[in-house]
Structures are given as structure tokens and as C-alpha cells.
């Protein structure tokens, strides 16, 4: 019986292992034929009509128009055209060039519409909008990651001439001074790979295509989306007869399945797959659900066979083991909290907003950026303790840092100062913002009264905020306090902002009493 089970044992795992390696196989092939074998156009124009539209469209913008295989027009926007020539019932003469012709063939009155054109809300000058098409967001390709675009400021940036992220992302962030313009995408991302420039912006698309030629290069995707952007087709404002007649052909198409056919055509696999981590992804579910059967099974007949020499006792002592390991990583896990949180309120203690704040305050002086300290104290504590006792002193300020926390943005540090003063790390806003956010803290604190058995109290704050102008932490902070006992000293329940220009003045005068 025993030689038997064996043998069933290693039947069944072998059959497992078989069919794991079949389906695993069956997707590779099926998606990397399908990766290497380029979609070919196959709605042709009729062109057999009155009129004739000249249409242009760039050469290098895989998988939107490129040059196929046999030397003819191919990709999502050639089909795209021919599919709306025939539902307009005119001719078609496209023509591929370089995406700098295309404009210069829309300004000169050779072309009638231009294919790929970014969508803006504003308008084109010279061009006539189509409805909008596909979305495809403009992405970084590189070697360096990163995670916040400041960084971009001083890397050489790649782009091409008249692209949509000019408007989206260039110019609102301030990079059109270093960025460098091409006639494609390609030789854009060419100029990442020789080490020109640093980062190329793309469409994510046409970027994938480009990176699926190159499967030697360190290059690829980073840092988050730049920004979306719609495509439409652009149609010169000298032939305006034409938009109208575009528009229905392409609710037509729309309403019949054709737009969304040559979107997963195009913009599907032959976009998203381009290696093998892609496929997997792309396949994960599967993937785990056929190991996950593999092992379950495997477990299965392990215990089967086995199943009258396994003791409760090793039962047991697996368990004890993972309860103590667990034990030892909760206590470890609290340990751990007690270190940084101020056990009454729940927020960070002194030390640990100094460490975090020290971090924050030294990358905005390295980089760049806004920052303030807000330091702000309960007004007349001593009296609610000396009245009421400290069990409802501690209710208070429990009460004000669950406000306060509410309040304040997830990524603002928040911190107790010592005994009822508070201190805040606010990053990434300007003054005028600065004022009203800090008062908003303020409100908030002095909305509602604090409720407690036998009575309630109204609370109130004096706050004072001094910008990060220095790397010393405590410097801002000894600014900050100054203006909160200026608002005490004022009358309480209010915010006393010091701007730059103070701490500059104070600055100086702490200088000159040096020398």
C-alpha cells in the first residue's frame, strides 16, 4: 500500500508540475507571437469617390502612424483615417513625415488634417478640433527614478517640437529653459540613451513601442505621469466644410464598434507587453491560480499519505512557535510606538518631530520650496488644570490635537512641543495660503466646546508661524515662538505671522550684535 502511494504521490505532482509548465508555455507563446508579429491594417480607403482630402501624419509615432513592414502606411491613426474616409465618402491621400512637416503642411494649406494632434482646451491656432480620441498621458523615460518632479528643474529634459506636455507640464513647471526639442520621439529617447540629456518626455505608448526596440538599453519608465493628454485630429481652419463631416464620421465609428476595435488592435498587448515581466503581469491572476492548485494539491496528498505519522504534539509546537514569533513582533511593534508617540494625544513627541522636521527642513534648504513651522500653545491651560483638575486638562488636550489632526494635511508633521504646546511642519504652500490654512487650524480648535462629565469648556489657541528660511531647526522654531508670545500679549485666540522679510531683519540684527 505504502509503495503504491508513493507512486500516486509522484504521478500526481509530476501531472501538477506538467500543466503549470503547459500553461505557463501557452501564454508565453501566444502572447510573444503575438508581440513580434506587428498589427497590419486591414480597413483599406476606397478612394473611388469626387473629392480628395489631403490628410498628414507622423512617420515616427508607433504605434499611432509609422511605416510598416511592406513600405505602406501603418498604425492606429492610418487605419483610424481610412476607417473615417470611407464614412465621409471621400478620398484619402495620406501622407507620413516628420511631425515638423505635418505642422508646416497644415500652415501652408498642402494638408487638410493633421492625425496625432494634441487636444487642447483652448484650441489650436490654425486647426479645427476633432472630437477627442485616444487618451495617452505623457510619461519620463530615463535611468534615474524619482518621485517628485521638482527634481526635473535641473536634468536635461527631451521632448518634440509643438508636443501636447509643452503646454500640460513644460511650461507650468517652469522647464522650457532645459528642455531640448526633436523632430520624434525617437530621437528624443535616443538622446537619453547616448547620455545627452537626462530624461525624454513621451507618450506612454509611442514610449513603449520605442523601448520594445531596444531590449539592450538601461533606459525606461520613471517618476509618476506628467500629464494626461487626449489626441484628436487636427482639421486646417481654412477648410471648415470638413469638421462638421469629421465629427459625425467619428460618432458613427464610435456607436458601431470600430474606434474601440482599433483601440484594443493598437493600443492593446502590442502596447502593454513588450517583455517578459510585462506578459507575467499581465497573466499574474493565472499564473497564481495555477500555483497556488499546484501546491494545494501537493499539500493535499502530502497529508494523505502521511497522514498517520503526524503528531498533535508537532501541531502544537509549530503553532506555539508562530504565537511566540508573533508576540515577540507586537511587542517589538509597541515597543517601537512608545519610542515616537506622545502616549496621551497620539501624535509625535518632541524628539521624534525634531528627527522627522530636521529631515523635512534640511531637503527644502538643499532643494527648495515653501515650508513653515507653526507653533501654537492652549490659551490659559494652567488655569483649566489649577480649576478643573488634570484629568480634564488631559481631555483638552486629547480634545485639541484630535482637531488639529483632522484638520491638517496627511503629510504635515504634527507634533507635541511640551505640556499644552503644540508644533506643526506644513511644507509645499505659499504665504497667503499659509495664513489661512493656520487660521483654519485655529477654527477648528475654537468651533466646538470640549465636553466632559460635570461641564464644558471653550478652548481657544495662540498661534505663531515663521518660515524655513535656515537648516537650523531650532532657530525657526525659537522665530515661531516669538510671534506665539506676541499673539498672547495681543489678546490671545489669534495667528501672528513672521514673514521673510523679518527673519531677515532678525537675521541681520543678530549679526551685527555677534560682531
Same mark, same amino acid.
Given at each position: ?14 501531472? @501538477? ?19 513580434? %508579429? ?49 464614412? /465621409? ?12 512637416? !505635418? ?29 477627442? @480620441? $485616444?487618451?495617452?498621458?505623457?510619461? !519620463? ?84 505621469? /506628467?500629464?494626461?493628454?487626449?489626441? !484628436? ?59 497556488? /492548485? ?76 515653501? $515650508? ?26 486629547? !480634545? ?5 489632526? %483632522? ?35 485655529? /477654527? ?43 499673539? %498672547? ?17 532678525? @537675521? ?8
Amino acid at each position: 500500500m505504502k509503495k503504491h502511494s508513493k507512486k500516486f504521490f509522484a504521478a500526481a505532482i509530476s501531472l @501538477l508540475l506538467l500543466c503549470v509548465i503547459m500553461i505557463i508555455s501557452l501564454v508565453s507563446a501566444t502572447n510573444f507571437n503575438n508581440l513580434s %508579429k506587428i498589427p497590419q491594417v486591414s480597413i483599406l480607403p476606397d478612394n473611388h469617390y469626387d473629392r480628395t482630402m489631403t490628410v498628414v501624419a507622423d512617420i515616427l509615432f508607433d504605434p499611432f502612424s509609422f511605416v510598416g513592414e511592406n513600405g505602406e502606411p501603418n498604425g492606429y491613426d492610418v487605419e483610424l483615417i481610412y476607417a473615417i474616409a470611407n464614412q /465621409m465618402q471621400i478620398n484619402i491621400d495620406l501622407k507620413l513625415m516628420a511631425w515638423g512637416d !505635418c505642422k508646416e503642411a497644415i500652415l501652408s494649406d498642402k494638408a487638410n488634417m493633421i492625425m496625432g494632434n494634441p487636444y487642447h482646451q483652448g484650441g489650436h491656432e490654425h486647426l479645427i478640433q476633432s472630437r477627442a @480620441l $485616444a487618451s495617452d498621458p505623457y510619461v !519620463c523615460i530615463g535611468r534615474e527614478d524619482f518621485f517628485n518632479t521638482g527634481i526635473l528643474s535641473s536634468k536635461k529634459l527631451a521632448t518634440i517640437v509643438k508636443a501636447g506636455c509643452i503646454v500640460g507640464f513644460l511650461e507650468p513647471h517652469r522647464l522650457l529653459d532645459n528642455t531640448k526639442y526633436y523632430d520624434s520621439f525617437t530621437e528624443a529617447v535616443m538622446s537619453v540613451v547616448s547620455g545627452e540629456n537626462d530624461y525624454a518626455l513621451v507618450r506612454h505608448s509611442v514610449g513603449r513601442r520605442i523601448l520594445a526596440t531596444l531590449p539592450d538599453t538601461d533606459v525606461r519608465f520613471v517618476g509618476p505621469a /506628467m500629464s494626461d493628454s487626449l489626441l !484628436c485630429i487636427g482639421v486646417n481652419e481654412n477648410f471648415p466644410e470638413l469638421a462638421d463631416s469629421l465629427d459625425a464620421a467619428i460618432v458613427e465609428l464610435k456607436n458601431n464598434g470600430t474606434i474601440d476595435s482599433l483601440t484594443k488592435k493598437w493600443l492593446g498587448s502590442y502596447v502593454v507587453v513588450i517583455s517578459f515581466s510585462d506578459l507575467l503581469n499581465m497573466y499574474k491572476t493565472e499564473i497564481y491560480i495555477a500555483v497556488f /492548485m499546484f501546491f494545494a494539491i501537493t499539500i493535499a496528498l502530502v497529508f494523505y499519505i502521511y497522514r498517520k505519522n503526524m503528531r498533535i504534539t508537532f501541531i502544537e509546537r509549530e503553532n506555539q512557535l508562530v504565537h511566540d514569533k508573533l508576540a515577540a513582533e507586537i511587542a517589538k511593534m509597541e515597543i517601537e510606538k512608545i519610542a515616537y508617540i506622545d502616549s496621551l494625544t497620539g501624535i509625535l513627541n518632541r524628539r521624534q518631530f525634531l528627527s522627522q522636521a530636521s529631515v523635512q527642513v534640511d531637503r527644502i534648504i538643499r532643494q527648495g520650496g515653501n $515650508a513653515y513651522i507653526i507653533l501654537f500653545d492652549i490659551d490659559h491651560f494652567k488655569k483649566v488644570n489649577d480649576t478643573y483638575g488634570h484629568s480634564i486638562g488631559d481631555i483638552v488636550l486629547k !480634545c485639541v490635537a484630535d482637531r488639529v489632526a %483632522k484638520t491638517i494635511r496627511p503629510y504635515d508633521l504634527f507634533g507635541r512641543y511640551g505640556g499644552e504646546e503644540f508644533v506643526i511642519l506644513v511644507v509645499d504652500i505659499d504665504s497667503a495660503d499659509m495664513k489661512n490654512y493656520a487660521e483654519r487650524i485655529r /477654527m477648528a480648535i475654537n468651533a466646538e466646546s470640549v465636553e466632559f462629565d460635570g461641564g464644558e469648556l471653550t478652548v481657544s489657541a495662540s498661534f505663531g508661524i515663521a518660515p524655513v528660511l535656515l537648516n537650523e531647526l531650532n532657530e525657526i522654531i525659537n522665530i515661531a515662538d516669538g510671534a506665539l508670545y506676541e499673539a %498672547k500679549n495681543k489678546g490671545r485666540n489669534m495667528v501672528i505671522f513672521k514673514d521673510a522679510i523679518f527673519i531677515s531683519r532678525e @537675521l541681520g540684527r543678530q549679526a551685527a550684535a555677534h560682531q
